[in-house]
């Protein structure tokens, strides 16, 4: 049996360790934290469980995308909750509000109702997004060129004439890093589109999902443990020989795969006589990453405000959302955790907004707890930013407000070690596809990459990502889904 040493339990390093130990892997997982999850961490505040970076996902419709790879997993026997076919998204520019419904047809149909004049330009839209997303699954043969080689920004403003309706189009894309000089349509299109095919919550959030990966793993004989952070990797003729737990015990193996950033990977490995050559390790390590999210995590009183089975984007009139204003809350996210009171009112709300890593640079060098009053006067300065931008929608919020729980970039930085506390990892640029697009393959021939910062991120991309890094471990591609 070959033995695998994952770095970082994760989404992708757990996926990674399934996928393995499914064909005969040895499988050690090793992550620095308390729990395993990475982004999919929860924790828990006066008896209720809140997520740190799990709110929905899509495509989880049979024979949809994501619903073929969680099948795969055995994930599909979790609590899933499907949301508003009709909304599963609303989009709120100024004083107006726009429906975002599941369905390729209905998503045309609603939006046409609104836009009449634009409904050959939403036939287009959808047409391309639909073409996208068919072709996700032959990233088993490389990318799909073309799209990751086209702006978002110019696709949508080449399709869509009214400014309004390309807002409402973008408005719910806080689920990436919109940018206008720099983001593939390729990007833009499969998130988009996974959710448009249908959209879902799941009760029991993120750390559902990890338990269920954490039971198979250890099911099929692997291991997965905690308090076990790797502090280096040692290189030796050219191979990873082992991987140093805790600054003292050295485990060794036949291959190591890194579900962390890949800076902080190559950061592992002592640079003097390296394989890894210090042009590749200035390459990843100029690599611009995705922003940051400040999040609101509301506690509600009972009766006080209704659950809706969806998101609602809260934009200010003259946001420009691909030139997003992260010092200032002009833009915010408003989650629903499924989770109800027996009346069926909210039980508890995520505000998400994103927050410049320029803001905090004072604290870089502190860590949780030990960060002083200045920084949590400025976290409940901007918790009551979003409340007040939010309840412009929901007037209702202030009230309904039992306690406020508050995390920063620097609370990602803390725990999932992405650099400047990145949401969404390295940023994928249409003018320089190849240079940031990573390879799951390094320099050394037995350590490997995986994980959002790849290829694509998000539950959807990062499990496509697995079965890449398995394949380029195994020397060919697992059974795919």
Known sequence: MKKAVIIGAGLGGLQCGYILAQNGYEVTILEKHSQAGGCLQSFRRKGFSFDTGFHYVGGMGDGESLHRLFEYFHLLDLQWVRMDSECFDEVVIGDESFSLASGYDNFVETLARRFPSERRGLERYIATLKNIGEHIFDVANGPFNEAFETGAYAFLTDTIGDPLLRKVLSGSSLKMNLCAETLPLYVFAQINNSFIQSSWRLKGGGAALVQSLENSIRESGGTV?????????????????????????????????????????????????????????????????????????????????????????????????????????????????????????????????????????????????????????????????????????????????????????????????????????????????????????????????????????????????????????????????
């Not at 919020?397 to 400047?420: C, E, M, Q, R, W």
């Not at 499990?463 to 059974?479: D, E, K, N, W, Y």
């Open 225 to 481: 443990l905690t308090k076990a952070e790797v502090t280096a990797l040692k290189e030796e003729n050219g191979m990873v020989k082992a991987a140093e737990i805790n600054g003292e015990e050295l485990l060794e193996a036949d291959v190591f795969v890194s579900d962390l950033h890949p800076d902080s990977t190559l950061s592992l490995i002592d640079a003097t006589g390296s394989k890894v050559r210090p042009i590749y390790r200035k390459r990843i390590a100029a690599l611009r990453n995705a922003f940051g999210m400040f999040t609101a995590n509301i506690l509600l009183k009972p009766g006080k405000m209704n659950y809706l089975n969806r998101n609602v984007f809260v934009h200010s009139a003259d946001e420009d959302l691909w030139h997003p204003s992260l010092a200032q809350t002009r833009s915010v996210m408003v989650h629903f955790y499924p989770e109800t009171y027996p009346d069926g009112s909210a039980r508890a709300i995520d505000l998400l907004s994103p927050m410049d890593m320029s803001l905090l640079e004072k604290w870089t060098d502190t860590t949780i707890g030990h960060r002083g009053d200045e920084y949590e006067k400025l976290k409940a300065q901007k918790a009551q930013a979003c409340i007040d931008h939010v309840a412009k929608r929901f007037p209702e919020l202030k009230d309904a407000i039992d306690s406020v729980f508050t995390s920063t970039p620097l609370t990602y930085l803390d725990y999932t070690g992405t650099p400047n506390g990145s949401a969404y990892g390295i940023c994928k640029d249409f003018n320089n596809p190849a240079g940031t697009i990573i390879s799951p393959q390094t320099s050394l021939p037995n350590l490997f990459l995986t994980g959002q910062n790849l290829n694509l991120h998000g539950i959807l991309g990062t499990s496509i990502t697995s079965f890449l890094t398995a394949a380029a471990v195994m020397g060919q591609m697992p059974s795919f889904p």
